[in-house]
């Protein structure tokens, strides 16, 4: 008899120890895109510059470029080819 309690105790403690009710997910990072140019998942201001696919890259605000936009883009930051 007390083996086999010693047995189910065996098999079912691990399980009692388990908490699965808390999943810890991952924090949204905030994009900014008044603030920030991105790349890569990373942050970088206005004026930043940098090499993409063989390309010179600079962080400008649209409204500096010579791309169309709308005028509530006009403080959005892009990556503009130089």
Partial sequence: MKKA????????????FADTSQQIEPKKKS????KFCYYAD?????GAE????????????????????KKEQK?????VAN
Avoid: H, R
């Avoid at 390309?55 to 010579?66: F, G, R």
């Avoid at 403080?75 to 990556?79: G, H, K, N, P, Q």
């Fill in 5 to 16: 309690i010693t047995i189910l105790l065996m098999a079912f403690a691990p399980l009692s």
């Fill in 31 to 34: 994009i900014d895109i008044t």
């Fill in 42 to 46: 990373l942050e970088y201001s206005k």
């Fill in 50 to 69: 940098m090499l993409q696919v063989g390309k010179s890259m600079t962080c400008t605000l649209i409204s500096e470029s010579k791309l169309k936009y």
């Fill in 75 to 79: 403080d959005t930051l892009v990556w």
